[in-house]
């Protein structure tokens, strides 16, 4: 296993899999906060202390195995080109945040890609476990078997009234943030979408974009997170963040349902107008990609589009980003040149649908 294992196919093995819900869910994800309990965080830690932390995982955990996840690749960022940094950002492998920071920051990713740790971001450790659909409990079940299986060796951070103790207070408790990644074309078609987002977000719920924080909703992709980290068990704020995601997945199937109803042959010529755009194009930027793509996506789920896979929007999502296309042509390219690339990778993935 090596590094191009993880950056020469735009699709990760756990997401080839189709979870509960998975028409509107992609995926479901646990991610928790942990820092060592004697030294500094990242931001105020000398360049010696997070040396120590980045050598005792790549000395404890590189090659190892947890579970069915075999084989961890230690990767040092500072080791990385700026287009293989893209390229796991865009697989969400790692953040963006990772890559500003100190020359110790590191990355333990399983062979299957189900479970990154991010080392010296903001947080000493940000530990992220993925699945396929809407999968929470069973991600959360195991994002806290690997938490223990690092605590075997590592001694937290924790306080018994506060809990785990994090760099940003809003972190501070149980240091989970759990999110649900959600394809919501009809909720957006119908406009519905402007009015659903500040309710959730009074109820101590976000909604961004598919990057998270400061990004925009690409391709009608939405994450949908907890704010809220203390107070509650880790259990009722993945209830609770279920509840939420099962509300919007009624909502995005009666809006489709509306659609379909009341503007069926507008909605199919929307469909294949963009699959003819996808099909056809010899240049085309990212946004419009996106928005075909979700076009297209949407036509597979109501049985419009039969000859197309639907997991082929989680792939081409990767494919239309410049960091993958960068690294796909084996050099930097222009605005224009990946626009052009775009669409030639756009073209020869839906002609294997065939």
Same mark, same amino acid.
């Given at each position: 296993?090596?590094?191009?294992?993880?950056?020469?196919?735009?699709?990760?093995? @756990?997401?080839? /899999?189709?979870?509960?819900?998975?028409?509107?869910?992609?995926?479901?994800?646990?991610?928790?906060?942990?820092?060592?309990?004697?030294?500094?965080?990242?931001?105020?830690? /000398?360049?010696?202390?997070?040396?120590?932390?980045?050598?005792?995982?790549?000395?404890?955990?590189? *090659? !190892?195995?947890?579970?069915?996840?075999?084989?961890?690749?230690?990767?040092?960022?500072? /080791?990385?080109?700026?287009?293989?940094?893209?390229?796991?950002?865009?697989?969400?492998?790692?953040?963006?945040?990772?890559?500003?920071?100190?020359?110790?920051?590191? =990355?333990?990713?399983?062979?299957?890609?189900?479970?990154?740790?991010?080392?010296?971001?903001?947080?000493?450790?940000?530990?992220?476990?993925?699945?396929?659909?809407?999968?929470?409990?069973?991600?959360?079940?195991?994002?806290?078997?690997?938490?223990? @299986?690092?605590?075997? %060796?590592?001694?937290?951070?924790?306080?018994?009234?506060?809990?785990?103790?994090?760099?940003?207070?809003?972190? $501070?408790?149980?240091?989970?943030?759990?999110? $649900?990644?959600? *394809?919501?074309?009809?909720?957006?078609?119908?406009? !519905?979408?402007?009015?659903?987002?500040? =309710?959730?977000?009074?109820?101590?719920?976000?909604?961004?974009?598919?990057?998270?924080?400061?990004?925009?909703?690409?391709?009608?992709?939405?994450?949908?997170?907890?704010?809220?980290?203390?107070?509650?068990?880790?259990?009722?704020?993945?209830?609770?963040?279920?509840?939420?995601?099962?509300?919007?997945?009624?909502?995005?199937?009666? =809006?489709?349902?509306?659609?379909? %109803?009341?503007?069926? +042959?507008?909605?199919?010529?929307?469909?294949?107008?963009?699959?003819? $755009?996808?099909?056809?194009?010899?240049?085309?930027?990212?946004?419009?990609?996106?928005?075909?793509?979700?076009?297209?996506?949407?036509?597979?789920?109501?049985?419009?589009?039969?000859?197309?896979?639907?997991?082929?929007?989680?792939?081409?999502?990767?494919?239309?980003?410049?960091?993958? +296309?960068? *690294?796909?042509?084996? %050099?930097?390219?222009?605005?224009?040149?990946?626009?052009?690339?775009?669409?030639?990778?756009?073209?020869?993935?839906?002609?294997?649908?065939?």
């Amino acid at each position: 296993m090596s590094l191009e294992h993880f950056i020469d196919e735009a699709i990760s093995p @756990w997401m080839r /899999d189709d979870g509960p819900e998975s028409d509107i869910v992609l995926s479901s994800r646990i991610r928790l906060a942990r820092n060592f309990a004697d030294i500094p965080y990242p931001l105020i830690a /000398d360049e010696g202390k997070l040396e120590e932390i980045h050598d005792f995982f790549q000395e404890k955990y590189e *090659h !190892q195995s947890f579970q069915n996840h075999e084989e961890f690749e230690f990767i040092s960022i500072s /080791d990385l080109t700026g287009v293989e940094k893209h390229v796991l950002v865009e697989k969400h492998l790692i953040s963006p945040h990772l890559v500003k920071y100190s020359d110790e920051a590191a =990355a333990l990713i399983s062979q299957n890609e189900q479970i990154s740790v991010m080392i010296n971001e903001e947080d000493h450790l940000r530990i992220q476990l993925y699945y396929p659909g809407l999968q929470l409990g069973k991600a959360l079940e195991d994002a806290f078997a690997f938490d223990d @299986w690092l605590e075997e %060796k590592v001694d937290y951070a924790f306080d018994e009234m506060r809990g785990y103790l994090t760099c940003c207070p809003t972190n $501070v408790g149980t240091g989970l943030r759990a999110s $649900v990644m959600m *394809h919501l074309p009809g909720l957006t078609m119908t406009k !519905q979408i402007n009015r659903i987002i500040p =309710a959730i977000n009074q109820l101590g719920f976000v909604v961004r974009g598919i990057y998270g924080e400061g990004s925009e909703a690409l391709g009608n992709i939405f994450q949908v997170s907890n704010q809220i980290t203390l107070g509650k068990s880790e259990e009722d704020i993945v209830s609770d963040l279920e509840s939420i995601v099962n509300q919007l997945i009624g909502h995005e199937r009666n =809006a489709r349902s509306i659609l379909m %109803k009341q503007s069926e +042959l507008t909605l199919e010529d929307r469909i294949y107008r963009s699959y003819g $755009v996808l099909e056809y194009s010899r240049i085309i930027n990212a946004t419009e990609a996106a928005r075909c793509i979700s076009n297209v996506r949407l036509g597979i789920d109501l049985g419009i589009i039969k000859h197309t896979s639907r997991n082929i929007l989680n792939e081409l999502m990767v494919l239309i980003q410049p960091g993958f +296309l960068q *690294h796909f042509a084996k %050099k930097n390219l222009t605005a224009n040149e990946r626009d052009v690339l775009r669409a030639s990778l756009i073209r020869e993935r839906l002609e294997l649908e065939k």
